[in-house]
C-alpha cells in the first residue's frame, strides 16, 4: 500500500493579540494557502454552547451536542478582514468578535468535549490541502508533524496598545487598561489550562514581534518557508 504525502501545514501560534490572524492571512495569500482560523472556531462553539445553555460540567451533554454542530469557515474577502464564521448555517461573524466573547471562548476551549471535537474538525482541514493553521495548539497538538512551526510573542502591554489602536481605527471606545487586564487573563487561562495549553512548541520559530512591523515578521516568516528550512 502506497502512503500519500500530507499536503504542507504551516502552524503560527501565539499568545492573545499577538497578531497571529493578521500575518496568518498574509502568509496564506502570499503563498496561495488556505487560512485556518482555529480562534474563531472555538468562538463558534462557544456562542453555540451559551445558546443551547449546556452545562459547561456536563461533558456527556456537550459531546452530543458538538457531535452533529456545523462550523464552516468562508474566505475573508481580503486580507485585511477576518474570515466569516458559519454556525449551523448562519453567519456569526460580528457576535463572536467581541472581548467578552473572546474570553467566553477561551474559558470553554479548556473543555475535553470542546477540545476533542474542534480538534478532529481542523485536522480535517489539513488532509484537504495546503493550509496556515492559526491558534493557540496548532503547532503542539492539531498538526504537530506540519511543515513550518512558529511561535509569536509580545508583552501585555506591547499587545493591548496593538488592539486599542484596532479599536480605536474602527471608531470603538477604548480603554486600554481593560483590555490589558483581559489580555493577560486570557492568557494565563490559555497557557494553564490541563489540556493543550498554549505553549511554544519545541521545534518552533519563536519571533517576537515587540520591536518588528507587520511586514517585518512576515518577512521572517517567508524566508523560513521559502528557504525550505525547517524552524525549529
Ligand atoms: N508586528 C506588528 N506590529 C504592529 N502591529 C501589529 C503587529 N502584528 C499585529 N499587529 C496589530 O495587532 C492587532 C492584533 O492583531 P491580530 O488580531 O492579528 O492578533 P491575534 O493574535 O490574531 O489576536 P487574537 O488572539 O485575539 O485572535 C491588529 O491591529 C494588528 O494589525
Ligand atoms: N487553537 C486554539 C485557538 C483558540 N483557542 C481558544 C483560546 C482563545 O483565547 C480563544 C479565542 O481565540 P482567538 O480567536 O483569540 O485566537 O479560543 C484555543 O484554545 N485553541
Redesign the pocket.
Given at each position: 500500500m502506497s502512503e500519500t504525502t500530507p499536503p504542507p501545514v504551516i502552524t503560527i501560534d501565539?499568545?492573545?493579540?499577538?497578531?497571529?490572524?493578521?500575518?496568518?492571512r498574509k502568509v496564506a495569500a502570499r503563498l496561495g494557502f488556505t487560512y485556518l482560523d482555529t480562534?474563531a472556531m472555538y468562538r463558534a462553539a462557544a456562542l453555540f454552547i451559551d445558546r443551547l445553555g449546556i452545562d459547561s460540567e456536563d461533558e456527556t451533554a456537550l459531546q452530543h451536542a458538538l457531535a452533529t454542530v456545523s462550523i464552516e469557515l468562508l474566505p475573508a474577502p481580503d486580507e485585511f478582514s477576518d474570515v466569516e464564521v458559519v454556525l449551523n448555517g448562519e453567519k456569526v461573524g460580528a457576535l463572536i468578535r467581541s472581548p467578552a466573547m473572546?474570553m467566553r471562548a477561551s474559558q470553554l476551549s479548556a473543555l475535553p468535549a470542546v477540545r476533542s471535537r474542534l480538534t478532529a474538525l481542523q485536522q480535517e482541514w489539513g488532509k484537504r490541502g495546503a493550509l496556515v493553521a492559526?491558534g493557540r495548539d496548532t503547532g503542539t497538538v492539531v498538526f504537530p508533524r506540519a511543515s513550518y512551526k512558529f511561535y509569536?510573542d509580545?508583552s501585555p502591554e506591547i499587545?493591548a496598545r496593538?488592539?486599542a489602536?484596532?479599536l480605536h481605527a474602527k471608531g470603538e471606545e477604548v480603554d486600554e487598561k481593560k483590555l490589558l487586564e483581559m489580555t493577560i487573563a486570557r492568557d494565563r487561562q490559555d497557557m494553564e489550562r490541563p489540556i493543550a495549553p498554549l505553549v511554544r512548541a519545541t521545534d518552533a520559530l519563536l519571533i517576537d514581534?515587540s520591536d518588528?512591523?507587520?511586514d517585518?515578521?512576515l518577512l521572517v516568516i517567508l524566508r523560513v518557508v521559502e528557504s525550505g528550512l525547517q524552524p525549529g
Amino acid at each position: 500500500m502506497s502512503e500519500t504525502t500530507p499536503p504542507p501545514v504551516i502552524t503560527i501560534d501565539g499568545p492573545a493579540g499577538v497578531g497571529k490572524s493578521t500575518i496568518s492571512r498574509k502568509v496564506a495569500a502570499r503563498l496561495g494557502f488556505t487560512y485556518l482560523d482555529t480562534g474563531a472556531m472555538y468562538r463558534a462553539a462557544a456562542l453555540f454552547i451559551d445558546r443551547l445553555g449546556i452545562d459547561s460540567e456536563d461533558e456527556t451533554a456537550l459531546q452530543h451536542a458538538l457531535a452533529t454542530v456545523s462550523i464552516e469557515l468562508l474566505p475573508a474577502p481580503d486580507e485585511f478582514s477576518d474570515v466569516e464564521v458559519v454556525l449551523n448555517g448562519e453567519k456569526v461573524g460580528a457576535l463572536i468578535r467581541s472581548p467578552a466573547m473572546s474570553m467566553r471562548a477561551s474559558q470553554l476551549s479548556a473543555l475535553p468535549a470542546v477540545r476533542s471535537r474542534l480538534t478532529a474538525l481542523q485536522q480535517e482541514w489539513g488532509k484537504r490541502g495546503a493550509l496556515v493553521a492559526e491558534g493557540r495548539d496548532t503547532g503542539t497538538v492539531v498538526f504537530p508533524r506540519a511543515s513550518y512551526k512558529f511561535y509569536l510573542d509580545a508583552s501585555p502591554e506591547i499587545r493591548a496598545r496593538r488592539r486599542a489602536l484596532q479599536l480605536h481605527a474602527k471608531g470603538e471606545e477604548v480603554d486600554e487598561k481593560k483590555l490589558l487586564e483581559m489580555t493577560i487573563a486570557r492568557d494565563r487561562q490559555d497557557m494553564e489550562r490541563p489540556i493543550a495549553p498554549l505553549v511554544r512548541a519545541t521545534d518552533a520559530l519563536l519571533i517576537d514581534t515587540s520591536d518588528k512591523t507587520i511586514d517585518d515578521v512576515l518577512l521572517v516568516i517567508l524566508r523560513v518557508v521559502e528557504s525550505g528550512l525547517q524552524p525549529g
